[in-house]
């Protein structure tokens, strides 16, 4: 039975006590860019210095990526076998600007999926097989309980399986020395 991402907050009430401020299913969000794929935005932090204490802040959950001391935390379902999108470029471009605003602008025009980001990632595999490629054609297969750090590289995730891929990643917003 596949996971179903699932968010709990806590925070703070009037009195400075800890408490469950949420508990929700996230919903899916879906763009032509990754056909099949399921994005599930959990939470992220301003760019800047993340704080906490009296008043809990909202989650910021745009752009995409983090900038600088910033940061992102979702789910992404990866479909079967994920590829390029096979709608029109135009097309694509507008709905993820709209849906995902961000997420394109670090990936070459190629079209292979290679991108580069000025983040530290940690991409945690939950469910499922899925590929990460990094330059001249290094690959490695990440299975259930792997958790990639990613600093900052250049880099493809495909899903060359039959199976649905479900992984978590967290981003915080880095400065590329």
Request: aromatic letters at 4%; charged letters at 25%.
């Given at each position: 039975m596949p996971i179903e991402p699932r968010l709990i907050v806590t925070g703070h009430n009037d009195d400075g006590d800890a408490v469950f401020v949420e508990d929700r299913r996230p919903e899916a969000v879906s763009v032509q860019a990754l056909p099949g794929a399921d994005f599930y935005l959990l939470w992220g932090t301003q760019d800047g210095v993340a704080t906490v204490g009296e008043k809990d802040p909202a989650p910021v959950l745009r752009p995409y990526f983090p900038g600088l001391g910033g940061s992102r935390a979702l789910f992404l379902r990866w479909a079967p076998y994920s590829d390029e999108p096979s709608a029109d470029a135009d097309s694509v471009r507008s709905e993820v600007a709209e849906?995902?605003?961000?997420?394109?602008?670090?990936?070459?025009?190629?079209?292979?999926?290679?991108?580069?980001?000025?983040?530290?990632?940690?991409?945690?595999?939950?469910?499922?097989?899925?590929?990460?490629?990094?330059?001249?054609?290094?690959?490695?297969?990440?299975?259930?309980?792997?958790?990639?750090?990613?600093?900052?590289?250049?880099?493809?995730?495909?899903?060359k399986s039959d199976r649905p891929a479900l992984m978590c990643y967290v981003q915080i917003g880095a400065t590329r020395a």
């Open positions: 849906k995902l605003p961000g997420l394109l602008d670090p990936f070459e025009e190629n079209g292979d999926g290679m991108h580069t980001t000025d983040t530290v990632d940690y991409a945690i595999c939950l469910e499922g097989e899925l590929s990460l490629e990094l330059d001249h054609g290094a690959e490695v297969t990440l299975t259930p309980g792997t958790c990639v750090v990613q600093l900052g590289t250049r880099h493809a995730w495909k899903n």
